[in-house]
Structure formats: structure tokens, C-alpha cells
């Protein structure tokens, strides 16, 4: 018998999911079943559902096709949100499987009722599944609202007994994501704006590609204008073959003053700038008052950006991009103490080509963007997009299982890495090679440059245990080896410098714990 | 300057709030410097929300007093709803502060904006704070919607110029919960229906004390009614000093077979018996059709349960309660490798006097209760409510702050304790008297019964991997030393008894993990 969790599941294959991040119960048993006899789709059990969702949030960054998480009730979908809420915010095309009580049971208020939907409505488009006959059709429109455009989360919820019923036919539609071309009017207008000068380019989205950074590049070589990366990409490529460009920087004071004098923005694939969290005598906006931004590329519409850049390049004659110099070498590795900077040298040096850096290291994340990702041979980086913390090592796990020939690294923040921690059973489990770096510093140190900026200069006893994460010390080569994972731990620049030579030249996953 | 912030946290201290459990951000700096100079508050940091909010569930649990939380931002919150709905199942008084943009930067739609409201309003009473001049009358608002009756999660949404601006003055008011009794007229109706026969006695909520109990079996005694404990308790009174009550069993056709020959039943702090999940074939009522229920003590209305019981129990001119006799001493323990009966039976003999046992060690759980549990010690259990699973060390971490004098048992299933591992971490930072007992069985036990019940005897590949938690091998021991928890295993009764002997003399947590 074909169930309605069969029609569901077959219908999202053929449509194109190969993947599911699963963490089920017992309203998603017939999904269960269903997935056990559905070939081709790879099935990962995830010990949390935020390992679910970044997973699937990665797996979709790398591959540009929706990944599907399966979740229990509305507890199940609450402990995803966060994890989703990124996934929104780097329009990542992911469909969540939300398993429901049945219509005739939920009037009698079971102790694991709560309202899917309203979750659900938080991060994205939203579907129940009202009867069995549905299931094929609502499994097909979810794949659709993942692609979008523009690509975006997408939940089904599905009542068990719309699951373990005789079910309809699968239906047999493939689905790909669609990318639209800038019209030529929006180039020559962003051209003329360039040509009259006091206008920046802020690069962002589709446009972070090798061919758009070029492009990018070239721009600003013909008309002068300023040019900056958005502030938290979904994705961009790094390394030695693209030019250097930098972030706009994150405090508002630092970001106002670096647009300060344009009138104009253009933006490619980035939507307008606005300061992440709001200060006292900070404003929202951080163009200057009458600065007007301008489309060039809509990431909302899928406007592909790299392409719109490299007409508006050919629109401004400019020259051909050069690949920029070599840098010197850095200083080789020594047997002193680790600093964050170092850390990211000696990382940037070894590299692997073709590697993926999922990069949730946070204060030694910015300094890796900023400083060394130029330096490190080609490469792409994963980055948290919507602020929400415990992005990193489901994310690595998902773009490890998305490019199983290249080599991940989850360059990760302690006090981040601890939300979503159980993605390291994941990794061992499926085997990925991943190589988590965790930047021990052994605080929220973000949070304690945020409460010296609130005005708290000499922080008491308990503000100062918020940002502390010692008392106890955590042990990351410990809580790997609980997870099954090989680990070490390396204190000086020389045993980093071995470390990462070893774990990177090993097939499967390990970790690194780098004592800052 | 007292700020917004210091208004809220001085209102709530007032009000009776005496711990904050918190993982803040930059929205709440301003919460956090208030914290810091507000005498009499402590704060506990977890790693993850979901501690959290597990761990102000466990505090209010014991002290019938509202336990506040500081989260950030919807996802935040969202990573801590889990345990919220628990909480709320379990009518335990939280409160919530949740920083929020202003107003005034929330158009922007930064990155990290969400609807927390939506979120916050799934779990219970919500407002959001317009002004600063509210931050003093709103924080009060929130201590006593919390405390309703009944008891309640209760978020307040405050934007982060509200805490930093110029606040009000603190409110001083202090809020207490109000129990109600039962009128007269209530009693002897359900007393007549007793006397009319085939009427049984379901008892919840506060009817689960020691007094209570003993007034229910009294009633038992004297109309001959059965008896049963709802399911899932939030807290109870166990051990040698009460009656032996069973629990309504957790399966729907078990259950119905329970109730199968009534035409009534009394609810004393409980809600009418309803199926946890829905089976295909099953009803989602339990009780046979045509059979009311009837509230004696209605749960939503504070009305004091055992109270009732025992003016019922008057009214029924029932005898005595009577001590039953001591079982007999136990087999001790031998070489032999464990199984999850002798675990408890082991357990049962050491638990200390006064313990309080927070069990979410799900099927060993079950076994706990329904044979265990009265041959021990004097104790109080602490139950999963809401069918969200991760509660367990959370809630054990609360409880033991709340109760610094009483020794803590978290019997804790291996699946659902990493759901929220990183409350280990807390219970070493705060030095709480917590043992953590992991029954290590290395797989969702309760969901390989539910796939059977499922209709799949053979489970492929797929669904194996999705109940199994081998492959590769977890340990709790690793994972306790990662978190700075001193932690041993055990394979065999003997090396348990060992270990649960030093593990309860030692002050401080520990943890043994049970290889079952």
C-alpha cells in the first residue's frame, strides 16, 4: 500500500530532495516508514533539531536545491527556529516535515499539542495538510516555495493519520531554482550613477562568486567608486584568486563613517545596509541622510548578480581584471602561545583547495574575513546570516554531505559551538570530512566588548560570570570524544601547525581545540 | 540613574522573583548591568535557552514561586520554547524577559528581527513594553500573570531603549499564588457519585501530596472506587509514607480497558484522561462513551486538591489511612550486568531521605513509577509534563537551587538527556547537589515501540538508524568531563550500587552512566 507519507516523500524525491535531517517522533512514524523505502534519499539522524536545520541550511547554501528536515510536533519545530531563522535570512531553500496530532485528536488538547503554524508562520511559508489526498500535491508546492525565488524555508504540516492513510500517487514534477537577468535600463542607470561619482557598491548574495567579485572589481577600477562585501553573507568565494574587497564593517559608528560621504549606494545582490542591533545616539540607517541605495541586483527577485555586475563592468569599458601579487609568506609557526590572529595565519597558510570554511568564529571570525581569507588559496565561506548563534557545526556537517569532495572546516566560536554541539555525533556518524577549529577564548567575548560599549566598564560579579566561560573550564577534546570524534588540544603556534596537518591530510572528522 | 532596566529587575525582585536563569545578548546589556547591582537576585548562566527555561520550570516547581529567565531575541526564545511548553503543562509560574529592538530600528528589519510576540503567545501570556514608563508596572504585570492562578509562562517582550532610558520608580508589591477550596456543594456530589458506584478517582496536580494521596486512598477505601494517578505529573509525593497509587497507563488501549466498566470520574486536580497521541483504530477520549468526569478540584482554578480530598474523604466518613507493611528487603546487588529493573531497584534502596527525583528516564522511567518508587525513601518526583523531551537536567539544575538542602536524582534517559546536555555544565558552575543517572540504552526505546505499534516489525536501514544511538557509541562520561562533571560507568549492579553510594555522600554533582 502506498501511504500518504509514501506519496509525500516519493513526490519531494522526484521533485529533487536527496536529502533528510531527521529527528522524529511518534506523529512522523509512517514518514519514518515512508523513508525507509524512498531510494535515493540520504537520511541523517540529527540528536537535536538544530542540527536538523543548520544541516539543512547548509547542505541547501552548498547545492542551491532544497534539503528537508523531518521534526516532531511543535516542540521539535521550536528547537529548529533558531537554526531556520538563518536559513531565511540566507534565503536557503529548505522544506521542514512537521509532523501533527490528526484533526479529530487535537480538540481534546494532548499534552504535546501547541500551534505548528504560528511557529511555522515565523520563519518562512507555510502549509497543513488538511486530508490524505493532499499529500502529494502539498508535498510538490513546498518544494516549489523552498526555490522561491527567492529560495526561503518552507513547512508542511502534516497530521499523522494524513501519513498512515492509503495515500495518492506521487507526482512527477522536477523543480530548479530560477535566476533572473538585471534588465539592461537597470545597468545603464547604475552606470551613469557610478560615472557621477559619491557612489559605493555594496556586493552581497549571488554577486559573492568568483566571476561577480571580478566584476566587481573591475567596476570599481573604472569609475573610482567605493566597494564592500555585506557585513554576514550566506556564502562567498575567498582565497589568492578573487580580489580583495572588504566587509562593511560591523558597529554603525564604523559603518556611518565609512559611507559618510556617498550619495548613492548601488547595491548587487545586498539588500540596503542597516545596523544589526540598534545604540543609543546610533542611527538604523547607515547611509547618510538623502544617500539614496539603488537595485542594481534584488536578491528578493533572484536577479543574478555576478552576471549583472559583469555588464555593468562591459557598460563602464573597464579594463580586465589582474590578479593582484603574491604576499609575502607569513612568519612560519614557532612554540609560543596561540593568538586569534596567528591562529587564522597558520590556518589561511594550510588550507586546502577547494575547501568550504564554515565560519561561526565570531570575534576571531571577523579577523579571519577581514585579515587572512585573501591570503589562503581559493576557497568557500559559509557565514551566519541572521544573527542567531549554533549556526556552525550543523552547517558544516550539511555542506560536508552536500560536496563530499572537498574538505570542511567548522572554524568555530567556543561559546557559539556549545548550542548545537550534538552536530559533532552527526559528523562521526556520516563520516564527513570536517575539521572543527574551535577558537577557545573561553568568553562571550563579543558580549563583553557590547557591555563595555552599554556603558558597564567595570563589570560586577555577575555581569562578568554572563560573559565568562570558565568555572568550570569546558574540555571540546572531551565532549568530542563523548561524540565519538578524535580531538586534540594545542596551546602554541607549532602544535596548531602539526595539528592542523594531520587532521586535514585524514579522511573523516576530527577536532581541534586552539587554547587563545 | 536607576534605568528601565533597573525599574523591571527591582519591581520583580519585590515581587518575590529570586533567580534569573539567563543566556544573554547585546539587546539585553542594560538587563544584565541591572542584574548585576540588584541585591538578592541570583543568576545562573546556561550555556543554551533551553536550560534555561528547563531550569526555572524546576525551580518553580518546588517553590510555587515564579523563576525568571533573560533570553535573546526570538531566537532565544525559540530555543528555549520547548521547555516552556513543558512548563506550561506543568502550570509552573516563569517569567520571561526577552530583549527587543526598538521600536524605532525594527522597520529596518535587521538581521536578527523576528516576531517574538507570535512566539512568545504560544506558550502563554505575552506584552510587549511601548514606553519606558511602563518597565516598573509591566514587570509587576508579568510576577502575577505568572502566578495566576493557575500558574503560568509569562513573557515580556522589552525593547532595549526601554532598559536603557531613565526608568520609573521600582514597584513594591509582592505577589503570592491563592489556592481556592472546593465549595461544600462540590463535595458531596462527588461523594454521592462514589456511593453510586462504577465511579472512579483520577488524581493530578496538587492533589499529589503526601496528604493528598493518603485522603484519596482514604476515599478509595471507603467507596471502594479505583484509583489512578494521571500519567504525567508535574510533581508528586513518592516513596514508603504514601499509597501506593498506579498511574493510568500511557497507551490508549490500555488506558480504555482502565476505565472501560465507568460511568464516572472524579478529577481531583487532574484533567479528564485523554490518549497522548492518536493510533489509527484508537479513540482520543479515554473514557467509555457516555461516562462523564467530573471536577472536584479544577486544576485551571487553583482549587487545592488535596484539600478536597480530604473533605471528601470526611464525607464519606472513611477510616484512617493506614502505613501498609514494609516489603521485603531487596535481592542485593550482584555481578551481574544490569537491566533497567535492577537499576531502579538499586536505586530505590539508596535513594536518600527527602531526595527529589526528576525522571526522564522515559521507558526505565515508567518502571520507576509504576514498581520502584514506593519501596523508597520519602521523595518528591519531578515528571516530564508536555511530552517535549530535554526537560530532565534543566529541570534537576532548578530544583536543586531551589531546594539546596535536599539531594537531587536526574534519572535521565541517554536520547533525551542530549537534548540539553549543556545543563551539566551550570550544575558544576553552582555546585548543586545534583546526581546524574544516565540509563544508557543507546537508542529511542520509546520509538522503536511506536514504529512496531506502526505496523513495522522489520525495520530497514533507514528507520533502524533513525531509533538507534550506536554507531558511533556515545559517552556520558566524556561528556561530563567536557562540562568539568566528575562521572563514571557502570556495566553491572554491584559497580552501580558502588557508584551510587559515593556519588550521594559526595556534595556537589556527579554523574554515573548505567550501561544497560
Given at each position: 500500500m502506498t501511504t500518504g507519507a509514501d506519496s509525500l516523500v516519493q513526490t519531494a524525491r522526484k521533485a529533487g530532495v536527496e536529502i533528510c535531517f531527521a529527528n522524529p517522533g511518534t506523529t512522523e512514524m509512517p514518514m519514518v516508514i515512508a523513508l525507509d523505502r524512498t531510494p535515493g534519499l540520504r537520511v541523517v539522524l540529527g540528536l537535536f533539531e538544530g542540527v536538523c536545520t543548520g544541516a539543512a541550511d547548509g547542505w541547501a547554501r552548498m547545492t542551491g536545491r532544497p534539503a528537508a528536515t523531518l521534526l516532531h510536533l511543535g516542540p521539535g519545530l521550536a528547537n529548529g527556529i533558531a537554526n531556520l531563522h538563518n536559513a531565511r535570512r540566507a534565503r536557503s531553500p529548505v522544506v521542514n516535515w512537521i509532523g501533527e496530532h490528526p484533526a479529530r485528536h487535537r480538540p481534546f488538547d494532548p499534552?504535546?499539542?501547541?500551534?505548528i503554524a504560528v511557529l511555522a508562520g515565523c520563519v518562512g511559508w507555510t502549509r497543513s495538510v488538511g486530508?490524505?489526498?493532499?499529500m502529494a500535491e502539498a508535498s510538490l508546492a513546498a518544494v516549489q516555495a523552498a526555490l522561491g525565488p527567492p529560495g526561503r524555508v518552507a513547512t508542511l504540516i502534516i497530521p499523522s493519520d494524513c501519513q498512515w492513510a492509503p495515500g495518492p500517487a506521487p507526482l512527477s514534477a522536477s523543480v530548479t531554482p530560477t535566476w533572473r537577468e538585471a534588465p539592461e535600463s537597470v545597468i545603464q542607470a547604475a552606470a551613469r550613477q557610478l560615472r557621477n561619482g559619491r557612489t559605493g557598491l555594496l556586493l552581497g548574495g549571488s554577486a559573492l562568486t568568483a566571476a561577480g567579485l571580478r566584476a566587481a572589481a573591475r567596476v570599481a577600477a573604472a569609475s573610482g567608486c567605493p566597494l564592500w562585501l555585506e557585513t554576514f553573507p550566506a556564502r562567498q568565494e575567498c582565497g589568492r584568486h578573487v580580489p580583495r574587497i572588504p566587509p562593511l564593517p560591523y558597529f554603525p559608528e564604523q559603518a556611518c563613517e565609512a559611507l559618510a560621504n556617498l550619495r548613492g549606494l548601488v547595491l548587487a545582490g545586498a539588500r540596503e545596509p542597516v545596523a544589526f542591533f540598534a545604540y543609543p545616539q546610533?542611527?538604523?540607517?547607515?547611509?547618510?541622510?538623502?544617500a539614496e541605495s539603488f537595485h542594481l541586483a534584488d536578491p528578493e527577485d533572484n536577479v543574478d548578480a555576478a552576471l549583472a555586475l559583469e555588464a555593468l563592468a562591459e557598460a563602464l569599458d573597464a579594463p580586465a581584471w589582474a590578479m593582484p601579487p603574491a604576499q609575502a609568506a607569513p612568519v612560519p609557526p614557532r612554540s609560543v602561545p596561540l593568538t586569534a590572529d596567528r591562529l587564522c595565519q597558520l590556518l589561511a597558510t594550510q588550507l586546502p583547495e577547494r575547501a568550504i570554511v564554515m565560519n561561526e568564529a565570531t570575534t576571531a571570525g571577523f579577523t579571519w574575513n577581514t585579515l587572512h581569507a585573501a591570503q589562503a588559496a581559493p576557497h568557500t565561506m559559509l557565514f551566519s546570516t541572521g544573527?542567531?548563534?549554533?549556526?556552525g557545526l550543523p552547517n558544516a556537517l550539511g555542506a560536508a554531505l552536500a560536496c563530499p569532495d572537498r574538505r570542511v572546516i567548522a572554524f568555530q566560536a567556543d561559546g557559539s559551538g556549545?548550542?548545537?554541539?550534538?552536530a559533532l555525533w552527526s559528523m562521526v556518524r556520516e563520516q564527513v570530512d570536517v575539521t572543527v577549529v574551535v577558537?577557545?577564548?573561553?568568553?562571550y567575548r563579543i558580549l563583553q566588548v557590547e557591555l563595555e560599549r552599554a556603558g558597564c566598564r567595570e563589570p560586577g560579579p555577575t555581569a562578568s560570570s554572563l560573559t565568562?566561560?570558565?568555572?568550570p573550564e569546558i574540555n571540546w577534546t572531551d565532549l568530542a570524544k563523548g561524540f565519538g570524534m578524535p580531538a586534540c588540544r594545542v596551546r602554541s603556534e607549532l602544535a596548531l601547525d602539526e595539528a592542523l596537518r594531520r587532521c586535514l591530510a585524514e579522511p573523516g572528522p576530527s577536532l581541534i581545540e586552539a587554547l587563545l
Open positions: 499534552p504535546l499539542l501547541s500551534d486530508a490524505v489526498h493532499e546610533q542611527p538604523s540607517r547607515l547611509l547618510s541622510e538623502g544573527g542567531a548563534i549554533g549556526q556549545l548550542y548545537t554541539l550534538q577558537c577557545a577564548n573561553r568568553c565568562e566561560l570558565t568555572r
